[in-house]
């Protein structure tokens, strides 16, 4: 087998809610193990996420956008249930368009599914292949799956050698229905709780995969699936490791149930952490799980960004999540039609501005006049860095925001508004645009601040979520 | 990049002169006096701003237009309208063709062509700028220029909807905002780079609503105490509701006569003196000044050099106040004041009804209203009003001239007039 990780990128939501907030709401808590979790921000989903994983692999990879020939996305809840979410995630990361998109989805394990994928790939033709899985489980609110569910990505450049090899790999499945399902047309994932029998479904097939493995791992981390805080322990006999060494890779006592990102994000964790021995192992529900070992020699290139310090209470938790909010009001004026966003697309995802051939100066969307000589003239596209400075700001309260925005300020309340000046990636020029804040309070967005730019939903029109890009504050 | 105005100060207070001997790129002053002929305005009126349900789009119109036909000092019948133009963004959001016409017919206007003017919320302002076109191009002697809106008839997410359709939609709105956080914008950077205060944007609200409190137009027509101005609900930061106008219906109509026939209407002619505009990039993001409004700017210097004047020359003047930034800018860029000082400007009490160049005393857009294609005729019914003596409780003493300034949207397009008084400039 010739597989191996060249660079790892995680990333989960900086909100937070804790155990005790549940407890308060509901009287108990039924996600056992779980301290506190993840909540995506009412403007993220898997795609944002895999996209905020994505970047960060690449960058700590050093990889060239254009030399990924081979890209998986995983999630167990997609945004939308048919519409191949590889494609516009590809678009967001600047991937060439003759690049193989995959999307894996149908199950908690469709995270290692696409690992395993990426692997033969690589067995083929691939030279450089991006995993991506990124999950935001969801139950009924009253449902010990809800209470589980937390939000997170993880993302893996692979190619046929690197510091991270992907050493062997088993999968094992049996039929266990009835565990973990969400029928078509559905939105909340349930099961039937039928304990002894879930505990079966989860250890036979996690031991069966391991067991499957060719030599038995000397594990220093196990990245074991984690439906709650409790399950993975369980495994520990049947996947041949202790306890300890699972709790050396576990994400879920912080971040929740992450669904097919569950064992990418904490194989991403005990990579950054050094371990040099990591046994992966995944379950979905059907059921059925993977095996990977993974040997690291010396430091796998990481860049994480995992911590949330923005704690939500229970009614902010409903709030955000639109679990109370009734939806976007109906209505039609200031309408964009899907074809002119698309045609929009590289500025909204990839912040093309361009050179006017006339007199050098940048303009941003680059259409029509010149915006500094007003020369009717070509322009040469310019990728913007990224960063920039605010020029002009305000908070939007609610009354102030246009009506397609109405349901995103009912979940996440008022928002920043700015014009930024962009950046080139020298640095030297800029072009101003308008921008949304997010991922921060917007009191944190002042004239004159630094910012940086990242890719969430904008709105959603006729059924048809837009992406694009927003600020938040610069990471430095 | 800042439009630079030659600046100079008189009598403790600093105004901008115009170079009156520039050349303008026609015509000097003297020779488009000469070369065209002059347009009066001899009637105005409008109806009521308000919320009326039981009022329809033409029903409003028609009240403005018996407004304005009788305040004709002699008689101006229907049947003397030579042409009509008439501006309209949406009639609550529907999307009619044809609401001019609909409107000049329902008032008699039968066959006069008649032309619908769409520039957002300076609407109006280019309808009457039509008009009087049509009457120095010698084309028209007798023109309508009026403006009508219907914005209550609708829920509240259903106005904004087609509020917003005057933004930049692309890229401004789908940052989040409408128009009330785009003036937020403006007033984010007036504030970080002229220290322009919260309190000086409430000033502007007091000052209008004690303005508009004095006129039986006024959709809110209530005094305000600086306290309450300061203590509204956030709209959009800095912007409280008492920095917003209101949501408004209403009509306002304007006539636009040539000199041909002015005296067949009054023997106090009141000369359309100066007439200015200009436009811009529809998005605030792609101006080259946040702090100002280009379009403005551009109207006002066109305006002054028509109308051979300077801003201390004026006795009065309507400005588009629809955020209360906007009306501190429109100090900045109608050379009220130098750059940047426009806070002080309010707060010295100089444009209060008492003061040196009161501003906006028929309430502005922010007490009397806002009914967007109405708004721009309705501000020359209240300089009619003025340079008549018919404003009332209001009246401004003895005014020979007054300016209107209209802007459309945050600055895409910008209308201005001057009108004054034939028989004391002449003399």
């Not at chain 1, 430091?299 to 960004?305: G, L, Q, R």
């Not at chain 2, 950077?189 to 006129?215: C, D, F, I, P, W």
């Not at chain 2, 009220?336 to 100089?350: N, R, T, V």
Request: net charge negative; proline share 5%.
């Amino acid at each position: 087998m010739a597989a191996a990780i060249t660079g790892v990128g995680a990333y989960a939501p900086r909100f937070r809610i804790s155990s005790e907030a549940f407890e308060e709401a509901w009287g108990q808590f039924h996600a056992a193990g779980v301290t506190e979790k993840a909540v995506p921000s009412a403007d993220e989903d898997a795609l944002t996420m895999a996209y905020e994983a994505a970047t960060r692999a690449l960058e700590a990879a050093a990889t060239d956008p254009d030399d990924i020939d081979w890209l998986a996305v995983a999630s167990s809840r997609p945004p939308a249930a048919e519409e191949d979410l590889t494609v516009r995630l590809g678009a967001m990361l600047s991937l060439s368009e003759s690049a193989t998109g995959q999307l894996f989805s149908g199950s908690t394990r469709s995270g290692t599914r696409a690992l395993w994928a990426g692997m033969d790939a690589l067995e083929a033709d691939t030279t450089t292949a991006l995993v991506v899985a990124a999950d935001a489980p969801r139950g009924d609110p009253d449902d010990g799956m809800d209470h589980a569910a937390g939000a997170g990505s993880a993302a893996f450049v692979l190619e046929r050698d690197g510091p991270a090899e992907i050493t062997d790999r088993a999968e094992y499945s049996a039929p266990y229905p009835g565990t973990r399902f969400r029928n078509s047309g559905e939105d909340e994932t349930q099961g039937l709780g039928i304990t002894q029998y879930d505990r079966q479904a989860f250890t036979e097939t996690i031991g069966g995969a391991v067991d499957g493995l060719e030599v038995k791992p000397e594990a220093e981390a196990a990245a074991i699936q984690a439906p709650d805080g409790k399950l993975p322990y369980r495994a520990a006999g049947a996947a041949g490791v202790s306890t300890d060494v699972i709790q050396a890779a576990a994400t879920v006592h912080e971040l929740g149930d992450l669904g097919a990102a569950s064992v990418p994000l904490s194989l991403a964790r005990a990579l950054e952490d050094g371990y040099e021995s990591v046994l992966a192992v995944s379950h979905g529900s059907g059921a059925g799980a993977d095996a990977f070992t993974v040997e690291a020699e010396g430091d796998v290139p990481a860049v994480t960004a995992l911590e949330g310090d923005d704690p939500l209470t229970y009614a902010e938790y409903l709030r955000q999540r639109g679990i109370v909010t009734t939806g976007p009001p109906s209505g039609g004026g200031a309408y964009v039609s899907i074809p002119s966003w698309r045609r929009s697309l590289p500025q909204r995802y990839r912040l093309e501005a361009g050179r006017c051939s006339e007199c050098g100066a940048l303009s941003f969307p680059p259409e029509g006049s010149c915006d500094d000589c007003g020369a009717l003239a070509e322009y040469e596209p310019v990728e913007l860095a990224g960063e920039g400075t605010i020029e002009a700001v305000t908070t939007i309260s609610q009354g102030g925001a246009p009506p397609e925005f109405a349901e995103q300020q009912a979940r996440s309340g008022d928002y920043a508004a700015a014009i930024v000046a962009l950046e080139t990636d020298s640095g030297d020029e800029t072009v101003s645009a308008p921008a949304m804040g997010t991922d921060a309070d917007p009191a944190d967005f002042s004239v004159g601040d630094r910012i940086e730019t990242t890719i969430r939903r904008i709105y959603t029109q006729e059924g048809v979520t837009r992406y694009g890009f927003k600020i938040r504050p610069a990471s430095e | 990049m800042e439009y630079d105005w030659p600046a100079g100060s008189r009598s403790g207070r600093t105004f901008v002169i115009i170079d009156r001997h520039k050349a303008y790129s026609y015509f000097t002053p003297d020779d488009r006096r000469t070369s065209m002929r002059d347009a009066y305005l001899v009637g105005a009126g409008q109806s009521d701003y308000g919320a009326f349900p039981s009022e329809s789009y033409r029903s409003l119109f028609r009240t403005a237009f018996d407004a304005a036909t009788d305040s004709v000092p002699k008689e101006l019948e229907a049947d003397d309208v030579d042409e009509a133009f008439v501006g309209n963004l949406g009639v609550g959001g529907r999307q009619l063709g044809l609401s001019g016409p609909a409107v000049t017919e329902h008032v008699g206007l039968d066959g006069v062509p008649c032309t619908r003017v769409e520039n957002a919320c300076a609407a109006s302002g280019f309808a009457v700028r039509q008009a009087v076109q049509a009457v120095k191009s010698g084309m028209a002697d007798v023109v309508l220029a009026g403006g009508f809106e219907i914005m209550s008839d609708m829920s509240s997410d259903a106005t904004k909807y087609w509020l917003g359709v005057s933004g930049e939609t692309e890229w401004e709105r789908l940052s989040g905002t409408t128009f009330s956080g785009v003036y937020a914008q403006m007033a984010s950077v007036h504030m970080e780079q002229y220290g322009t205060t919260r309190e000086q944007l409430s000033r502007v609200a007091v000052k209008n609503h004690s303005n508009g409190a004095k006129n039986p137009h006024a959709q809110l027509g209530f005094e305000c105490s600086l306290e309450d101005a300061q203590s509204a609900p956030v709209v959009a930061d800095p912007l409280n509701l008492y920095h917003c106008c209101p949501t408004s219906d209403g009509a306002a109509c304007a006539l636009i006569v040539s000199e041909d026939v002015v005296d067949e209407y009054t023997d106090d002619p009141i000369r359309v003196a100066g007439v200015g505009a200009g436009s811009d990039t529809v998005g605030l993001f792609q101006r080259d000044t946040y702090t100002g409004v280009p379009a403005s700017q551009r109207a006002a210097e066109s305006a002054y050099e028509m109308a051979d004047v300077e801003p201390d020359e004026l006795d009065f003047a309507e400005v588009h106040d629809c955020f209360a930034i906007a009306e501190l800018l429109a100090y900045e860029d109608l050379g009220f004041c130098e750059k940047g000082e426009a806070g002080q400007l309010i707060e010295s009490g100089a444009t209060e009804l008492s003061g040196e160049l009161p501003v906006n005393t028929s309430g502005g857009l922010k007490s009397k209203g806002h009914p967007i294609g109405a708004t721009g005729a309705g501000q020359v019914v209240e300089a009619y009003k003025q340079l008549s003596g018919a404003a009332g409780e209001r009246q401004v003493e003895n005014p020979t001239r007054g300016l209107t300034h209209n802007v459309g949207g945050s600055g895409g397009a910008s209308v201005i007039h001057i009108f004054e008084k034939e028989r004391e400039v002449s003399a």
